[in-house]
């Protein structure tokens, strides 16, 4: 009731075409939502062969209309997409509730300097919404980036694992000790850097780390 009220004074848009929704639940219109329904990727919560990372899912391909979304939403301050690209995560965690419970949300971090050219941080915008939406604390400012590094995605992929080597930190392991952690990066790519992060959360004793990613790169980058 309140809700569809608000929605008369706030009109809710497609994030696509910005077509006015009847709902405000919805994220895209019907035609929209049929070409993002192209894109989702692991429907299912998967156990994950990567080293300190237990469970890992993204919720989409790092393609077309996804792929231009997120970029508007990193680089573009359409910071009104989180939303939409939230969602997503937040549902498949409703919809695996066995596996997926943790006790805390964390964001992979950006360092000082990016965080001034940009203003934000994309994961942590995208980690908050999950968790006022999941009712699931989020742990700000305890896992670090102490490095400034090259962007994943101007390098190689060989260059990329030395390139996220010690670059993060958690500065009061205690938080973190005996906890299970679902863990937010925008896009996984080679998988570096929500890797480095979960064996520097591992090593603080985090008992259980859940990686999820709004998309997966699969390297064709097909429109
Ligand atoms: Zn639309």
Not at 10 to 37: E, H, M, R, T, W
Not at 50 to 64: A, C, E, K, T, V
Not at 95 to 107: A, G, L, R, S
Not at 187 to 214: D, P, Q, W
């Amino acid at each position: 009731m309140f809700l569809n009220a608000l929605n008369i004074i706030f009109p809710n848009k497609c994030v696509i075409c910005g077509k006015i929704l009847d709902s405000v639940n919805d994220y895209a219109c019907k035609n929209c939502q049929k070409n993002i329904q192209y894109y989702v990727c692991d429907t299912e919560v998967k156990k994950a062969d990567i080293q300190y990372i237990d469970l890992i899912f993204s919720s989409y391909y790092y393609r077309g209309i996804i792929r231009k979304l997120i970029l508007d939403f990193k680089f573009k301050n359409q910071k009104y997409l989180c939303r939409f690209l939230a969602s997503a995560i937040a549902k498949a965690m409703k919809n695996f509730t066995n596996e997926t419970t943790v006790d805390y949300i964390v964001y992979v971090p950006i360092s000082f300097r990016r965080y001034m050219e940009r203003g934000y941080n994309q994961s942590y915008l995208i980690a908050k919404t999950i968790s006022s939406e999941l009712h699931i604390p989020i742990i700000k400012y305890n896992l670090i980036k102490i490095k400034h590094n090259k962007r994943q995605s101007e390098l190689g992929i060989k260059m990329r694992n030395a390139n996220t080597k010690g670059v993060y930190k958690v500065l009061n392991s205690k938080r973190f000790n005996n906890k299970s952690i679902l863990l937010i990066d925008d896009i996984f790519t080679t998988g570096n850097t929500v890797m480095e992060c979960s064996r520097v959360l591992k090593h603080s004793g985090a008992t259980k780390i859940i990686v999820a990613t709004v998309a997966k790169a699969d390297g064709i980058f097909k429109n």
